[in-house]
């Protein structure tokens, strides 16, 4: 007998999927959580879409006969869609593949993807929201980030479509070490009416400083790590905002490496108590904005810039 096999992010493709199972009368199973017994049978299989992949198919393929993919997203459908995730991911011309539009639900998101989705969303209603023309020197300056953005995107793209195709697990961290310039004084965020062009800080002391990272594993990572597992075990704040420092340690942490030395480890510790820690302001695990420490916090904070200065100094420290 078929079965009709899932891999749902926020609840749209598992929706498909029960329903396609009510209709059709077949077993349902979400990717990872199929008993071993259908090992090697025919699939119908349904995966959310991400950069353009089908999440969870090469893990899907490997294990059984799939007679049918269907790939889930946010936009609407389009006569290219479903040729294009064949040739992307690859599948046999003997296959159908469908695509479905589905959505997104912010709230379900963890971790880096949510923080990802929250940044573009802002990026949308800003621009929804901006009705003066920007002027000359700013429109220049977005321009040209904007082709950064672009260049920067299709080397991604490059990188992640390379270690796709690879058998060996693979993770990598891509992060911006700070905004971009447009123009002095913030004026081009002033101008976008963005919580950065507020140089006192005052809504947001961290909104000048903050940058999106993004976290990304292939599907031989994703499947021995148990990735979306990890991510939740990082105790990660709802906003996914965390100081740079820690950035590292949340990485060997999301390894199963978390306690390959003292040091990261202590990072660890320190990420879930004070999150952000910034130019004399902190954030909580409650996300309670505050300029003073209660005399645990400001202990492991004394310990870190110690621990640090030893290190940066000598190199090693027991």
Known sequence: MMIIVYKSNTGYTEQYAKLLSEQLGLPCYKLGSVPECHKGREVIFLGWLFAGNIVGYKAAAKKYA??????????PPTPEMAPGLREKMGVPASVPVFYLQGGFDINKLKGPMKLIMKVKCKEIASRLNVRAELSPEIQTAVNVYAEGIRDANALLRELTDYYSSRE??????????????????????????LPAGDASGAEDPFA??????????????????????AIEALDLPGDGRISACYLGAAVLELTGRGEVSPWFAFLNELRRELPVIHNGAYLDADGQLSFELDAKQAELVSKMRCWTYYKLKYGTVQ
């Open 208 to 229: 000048a400083y903050t940058a999106p990272f993004l976290i990304w594993c292939n599907e031989a990572g994703a499947e021995l790590l148990d990735f979306d597992s």
């Open 66 to 75: 799939l007679r049918c993919v269907c790939g889930v997203g946010m936009g």
């Open 168 to 193: 060996e697990p693979v993770l990598l961290v891509f992060f911006g070490d700070h905004l971009p310039y447009l123009g002095d004084n913030r004026q081009g965020y002033v101008e976008l009416g």
